[in-house]
């Protein structure tokens, strides 16, 4: 505020020329960049986590044919193994005698030699009683398994009967279990259960059941860790939304004993199921047990319902953001999950935007520096041009005050010339008047001396002192008009002076603004 309270006038933020010239430079070379960088948010980075997710998606239909062919493999030879003549005739004999049970049991033998992950191989009747195994007694199922142990559950018998009705052609279909969990050996293990035929009359006359440990499926699993990524994994969701199998990070990849996902759920089971699965052991569970929740389970059973093949989600233990893609195997009601961190999948396209940003930096440095020096070039003859105009507008200011000033005096002058001329002319005119009236009476009393009395003469003489006094304040009053012209001469010299600065002051600013004309003329180039 100024003393009489009125404000500062506003005054806009301005920068120099050579800040602006620099600017646009800058922003001339940035506009490509800023442009690229755009290209590759929006059209390279979309391209990059598409081809990303084909890759992974690529990947986990790869995984889910080898479970396919795993198990199709599998029932292949369960159902190869139920038609051999060998366990038939063991069945159909009431009471097999030695060679009967030696040639099923050699049977039984071939089919575990065909893999170090079978367990063991069984012969049930109808009802679910044990009638052979081999190499040893079969895994049983169930709260109470060591007292009463149940090999084939009822509700697998119900199942099996219903297939067992069906017409020969497709005779060979079989049954495979959920996942069983030990503990104890940490070991997940599958049951196929394929019903054994008469081959007189194809009549149902028992049931043979594999069980083969997921060994092979866990370590499929347990290879994807970092596949696809940096922090990058699978699992293995059935159809209960059960994890039955998850990429392992410890040293011991099958020890899946203080496991924080496996055999846990997407969402709180139903109590049916839970009954179920407590009841039979599902899982491992134990008598009492709940089926856990996995943590955000429900986030991922959501993203699942959508029916996208590539989703992005915080899955279950994570933080962050992942890109999953599903595949289902056909064999078995199984979804195979690939999961790799967002960040991870968009690395490439972080990594081009980064070194963008980076030349873009680089780049925005150095054409500043350029843009300021040759701002600065530029800018300068302009910046002496307006140092020169302002200079030549201050000498134009001077050069108008003193013309003005000029002006007044001279019409002061003109004024007073005018006044003292005219005094100066009156009072010759009146001083010759004088003398000419002491003319006339001088040559009056010369003519007419010896006419003129004392009195007469008298008269004369005031008359002549009269027209004295009048000459000498004609001539006072004409020294006055002199001095006053002699004044007015003095200031039309001062004026004169004045007019000569000006005429100065003028060529002064001609030189100056004939300096811009060149430094212009530098700037355009003409």
Not at 446 to 469: G, P
């Amino acid at each position: 505020m100024v003393p009489n309270g009125k404000p500062f006038p506003h005054r806009k933020l301005s920068f120099s020329l050579s800040v602006r010239v620099s600017g646009l430079l800058v922003l001339a070379a940035i506009i490509p960049l800023l442009v690229t960088v755009v290209i590759v948010e929006l059209i390279a980075r979309p391209t990059l986590i598409t081809q990303a997710s084909q890759e992974m998606q690529t990947d986990a239909v790869t995984h889910t044919q080898l479970i396919d062919s795993y198990f199709a493999e599998r029932v292949l030879e369960t159902e190869g193994l139920a038609r051999l003549s060998s366990i038939q005739n063991f069945l159909i004999s009431k009471t097999p005698d030695d060679i009967t049970r030696a040639n099923a049991l050699a049977g039984l033998a071939t089919g575990h030699g065909r893999g170090s992950f079978y367990e063991d191989w069984s012969v049930f009747d109808l009802k679910g009683n044990l009638r052979l195994s081999y190499p040893t007694l079969p895994r049983a199922h169930g709260q109470d398994a060591q007292k009463h142990p149940i090999y084939v559950l009822p509700s697998t018998l119900e199942r099996i009967d219903q297939l067992s009705q069906l017409v020969v052609q497709k005779q060979g279909q079989s049954l495979i279990s959920d996942v069983f969990y030990d503990s104890v050996t940490n070991e997940a293990s599958i049951d196929i259960y394929s019903p054994i035929h008469d081959p007189l009359n194809y009549a149902p006359i028992g049931i043979l059941r594999s069980t083969f440990d997921m060994r092979y499926i866990w370590d499929i699993v347990n290879k994807e860790a970092g596949v696809n990524g940096q922090g990058s994994y699978a699992m293995i969701l059935d159809q209960h939304g059960v994890c039955i199998a998850y990429t392992n990070a410890n040293p011991d990849p099958f020890n899946y004993s203080n496991s924080a996902q496996l055999f846990r759920s997407l969402n709180p089971p139903q109590q049916d199921f839970q009954q179920h699965a407590q009841q039979v052991g599902l899982y491992g569970l134990q008598s009492g047990a709940t089926l856990n929740t996995l943590d955000r389970g429900p986030e991922l059973a959501q993203a699942l319902q959508n029916n996208a093949t590539a989703f992005q989600v915080t899955p279950p233990g994570q933080q962050t953001e992942f890109q999953v893609v599903k595949s289902t195997t056909f064999t078995v009601p199984w979804t195979y999950l690939v999961l790799s961190p967002l960040n991870d999948t968009t690395r490439a396209a972080d990594d081009q935007l980064r070194l963008t940003a980076i030349i873009t930096l680089g780049i925005l440095v150095l054409a500043a520096i350029i843009g300021l020096g040759i701002g600065r070039r530029i800018t300068s003859p302009i910046l002496r041009s307006v140092d020169h105009l302002r200079s030549s507008s201050l000498a134009l200011k001077t050069l108008a005050a003193k013309e003005q000033n000029a002006a007044t005096q001279q019409t002061w002058v003109v004024d007073s010339s005018q006044v003292g001329l005219r005094s100066v002319q009156y009072y010759t005119n009146a001083a010759n008047q004088a003398i000419q009236r002491i003319n006339n009476v001088g040559n009056t009393l010369i003519n007419h001396w010896h006419e003129v009395d004392s009195q007469s003469a008298k008269t004369v003489l005031q008359q002549f002192m009269a027209d004295t006094h009048y000459l000498e304040r004609a001539i006072h009053y004409q020294g006055t008009s002199n001095q006053k012209l002699e004044s007015a001469i003095n200031v039309t010299v001062q004026v004169a002076d004045q007019l000569a600065a000006g005429a100065s002051s003028a060529s002064e600013a001609a030189t100056q603004l004939e300096r811009v004309v060149d430094d212009l003329r530098q700037v355009v180039g003409k």
